[in-house]
């Protein structure tokens, strides 16, 4: 199992959590050296990584990174300021005529096939003991897969539209997800695609590998999305057919249904993306909304310069996002990926990722604030079996609340 232990920062620069000092790894090996262990790869480890879109020439040029002084300097570049009045909104309350009136365009988009649910259910199968937690049970007999499922048939009946359920697994889930789905994966309505793969490094930049020799790979984390969704011929299909919508949720978080009130709210402010945000309890910490040289925008909180403090902002991104599918499908942009340092087997390794809510640098972006809390929740997020427990009668009272039991 893999630990996340250093994030090292954009830009060749590292930080270990608490610490803000410059930190000083091994000098790295050559981008040649490091294509030479690429190219004496197995065979078959170089058709899994090609199948899954390996970006040979990205991870050298990532690697060059590894290696000499670092200082804290390049965290994000510009000034970072709190939200303005305004930038985090609330849905009207409900029973108002203009909550009313939201559910009711909301729900007309649903019934005209305007809208798809994009759920995160890659990454390494790790948290949950190795197990697929696509596949790990939430209620009683019901996976997390079957309440997903149960979900999109609740909103359809009350609609009388059809949403498509598109999953984005990796290679570490995408075979135990496609068999528990059968014949329901007809490859449009309901689909998976996969995310890409890449392998760790040494903090020196060499290939890392296992005591037996073999290479260890990962899941470059769920800022793949727009482009893997894009490659698997999907969202551009979704937008010919007059596609508006993707919402975009963490498989875990049951909370973050298809729901008609923020589907309307994200039609009318005319944004290219919702993002929802709750309040932070105690000691949360995530990706928060800030405004980057004036810009409203998502940061993680390790990417803040020394001078802003993140307790500033009392709400955090919750990783659920509604996408106008057009700009989605348009969207061309750098994303920055961010070297991670992790301990697999009582070694350290390093690994590129990138995250999601990148895409708000580019994209005009609303903040939602959302409950936390009760049946209204949209935050249930579940990390581990522990977590799972702890969450099971929120899970419940959300469920029954609309109608997925």
């Known amino acids: 199992m893999a630990h996340s232990q250093v994030v ?64 804290e300097d390049n965290r994000v570049r510009g000034a970072v300021t709190a939200p303005a009045d305004g930038d985090v909104s609330v849905l009207p309350p409900p029973g108002s005529a203009e909550r009313r009136q939201l559910e009711e365009d909301g729900l007309a988009a649903i019934a005209r096939g305007e809208c798809a649910l994009t759920v995160l259910a890659g990454g390494m199968a790790t948290r949950m ?19 997903r499922l149960a979900e999109v048939r609740s909103i359809e009946q009350r609609s009388g539209g059809r949403v498509p359920l598109w999953l984005m697994t990796s290679h570490a889930t995408d075979r135990g997800i496609r068999e528990a789905l059968g014949q329901r994966r007809d490859g449009d309505r309901i689909a998976t695609f996969t995310q890409h793969l890449s392998v760790r490094l040494t903090p020196e930049g060499r290939l890392f590998t296992d005591d037996a020799g073999a290479p260890s790979l990962h899941a470059p984390g769920h800022g793949d999305l727009p482009d893997a969704l894009k490659e698997s011929g999907l969202l551009g299909r979704f937008v010919e057919g007059g596609g508006r919508v993707v919402l975009v949720a963490n498989l875990d978080n049951l909370g973050a249904t298809l729901d ?8 009318s402010h005319g944004k290219p993306v919702t993002c929802e945000v709750v309040d932070k309890v105690g000691s949360d910490r995530g990706g928060i ?25 009392r709400v955090f991104n919750t990783n659920t996002f509604h996408f106008d599918a057009r700009r989605l499908a348009e969207l061309d942009m750098e ?20 995250l999601i809510g990148e895409v708000t640098s580019m994209l005009d972006t609303a903040f939602l604030r959302v409950p936390r809390d009760g049946a209204e929740s949209r935050f249930l997020p579940v990390k581990d079996h522990d977590e799972l427990t702890a969450r099971r009668g929120d899970i419940e009272a959300v469920a029954r609340t609309r109608g997925m039991r």
């Open 8 to 71: 090292v920062r954009p830009e060749g620069r590292r930080r270990r959590e608490g610490h803000n000092g410059s930190v000083r790894l091994p000098a790295a090996m050559s981008v040649a050296e490091l294509g030479a262990e690429l190219d004496g790869l197995p065979a078959e480890i170089r058709e899994l990584l090609l199948r899954h879109r390996f970006d040979r020439s990205r991870l050298k040029r990532l690697a060059t990174r590894l290696g000499g002084e670092t200082d």
């Open 335 to 354: 994303f920055t990926f961010f070297t991670v340092k992790k301990n697999v087997s009582g070694k350290s390794v390093i690994q590129f990722e990138r």
């Open 129 to 147: 003991g190795g197990v697929i937690k696509a596949l790990v049970q939430a209620l009683d007999d019901e996976t997390f897969l079957d309440l």
């Open 289 to 313: 909304p800030v405004r980057l040289d004036g810009r409203p925008v998502v940061l993680e909180e390790f990417r803040l310069p020394d001078s802003f403090d993140p307790t500033r902002v």
């Open 260 to 267: 008609p009130a923020i589907v309307g709210w994200h039609l």
